[in-house]
Each structure stands twice: as structure tokens, then as C-alpha cells.
């Protein structure tokens, strides 16, 4: 193996490193992103970890004995990453509501 480097390294090595204030720049890869639409979540927990489904309601039709949501999504966070989920889906709420007016919602209906 050849000693010294090439000037690719060099520039990842230079990307890489904190900046000067000590902050750490962050590259977001999205090569493996996909898109999916949900208009139904469901939560659930356990003392390691929180489970959020997602899926698309089915049941187009009102009057229907039965809601078919076709779960499409799970994300399992642990504790701490799902409380700055919490936080950061708060915050940008909150800005919706400041620019767009107040998103009222049926409380009996969330469960």
C-alpha cells in the first residue's frame, strides 16, 4: 500500500472536521430516502423504545362498519430521540399555526 495521500482524502479529511467554533457540520445523505404519505399514526411504547405506525386510512366510504388503515411505515426511536421529535413536531406546528390560523382538531378522535 502506497504511503501518503491523495488530494480526495484530503477533502473528505477537510469536510469532515469541526469548524473553527467547534460546530460539526451535518451532510445529509437522502441516496436511500423514500416517500410515503400517511394520514393515520398510532404510538406505542415500552421502557427501551417508541413505535409510531404509519398508513393511509382505506375507508373512503362513511357509514362503514369497519376502518381499514393500511400501515405503510415504522419508525422505532428510543426514548431521547422521541422527545426531540416531540419537540421539534411542537415547535413546527406552532409556526403552521402562527402563519395559517389554528389547526382544531376533534380531541375525542385521537386516540
Known amino acids: 500500500m502506497a504511503q501518503g ?6 477533502a473528505a479529511t ?3 472536521a469541526p469548524k473553527q467554533d467547534g ?3 451535518i451532510r445529509w445523505d437522502d441516496s436511500n430516502l423514500k416517500t410515503s404519505y400517511a394520514n393515520v399514526c398510532n404510538v406505542s411504547s415500552t421502557r427501551e ?3 409510531i405506525l404509519f398508513g393511509t386510512n382505506q375507508t373512503w366510504q ?5 376502518l381499514v388503515v393500511q400501515l ?3 419508525v422505532i426511536l428510543n426514548a431521547y430521540a422521541a422527545k426531540r421529535l416531540s419537540l421539534l413536531l411542537n415547535r413546527i406546528v406552532s409556526d403552521y ?3 395559517f390560523g389554528t389547526l382544531d382538531i376533534d380531541a375525542a378522535g385521537v386516540k
Open 49 to 51: 423504545e417508541v413505535t
Open 5 to 10: 495521500s491523495n488530494k480526495e482524502d484530503e
Open 72 to 74: 405503510t411505515d415504522r
Open 62 to 66: 362513511t357509514g362503514q362498519n369497519e
Open 23 to 25: 460546530t460539526i457540520r
Open 14 to 16: 477537510k469536510q469532515e
Open 97 to 99: 399555526e402562527a402563519r
